[in-house]
């Protein structure tokens, strides 16, 4: 089984920061793009951050310049660092990765999800 993990959610004032890391575990045989999404409120989940195994990086233009996505490939770990934090980026992040259990083909993984709120 493979497990995503999120970790660093939380209440922060606006203009302040915040990280968010994600670790996959479990039976791993190799594990390809990894990533970020958010689903606030009513609405629908949308790409946050991603960031491929050679660490090729796309932003949703909303957070260009203000979020700053890392990866460690030999800890299947990666991390969001996130300043300037908006009421507008209040949400449930969820860590994404495509992964090649051992023994399976590739699939797609998410995590549970954790809750950034960004409120005075």
């Known amino acids: 089984q493979v497990q995503l993990v999120e970790t660093g959610g939380g209440l922060v004032q606006p203009g302040g920061s915040l990280t968010l890391s994600c670790v996959a575990s479990g039976s791993i045989f190799s594990v390809g793009d990894m990533g970020w999404y958010r689903q606030a409120p009513g609405e629908q989940r949308v790409m946050v951050a991603t960031?491929?195994?050679?660490?090729?990086?796309n932003y949703a233009e909303s957070v260009k310049g203000r979020f700053t996505i890392s990866r460690d490939n030999a800890k299947n770990t990666i991390s969001v660092q996130m300043d300037s934090l908006k009421p507008e980026d209040t949400a449930v992040y969820y860590c994404?990765?495509?992964?090649?259990?051992?023994?399976?083909?590739?699939?797609?993984?998410w995590g549970n999800g954790t809750l950034v709120t960004v409120s005075a």
């Open positions: 960031i491929s195994k050679g660490y090729r990086i």
């Open positions: 994404y990765a495509y992964v090649v259990p051992r023994g399976k083909d590739w699939m797609d993984y």
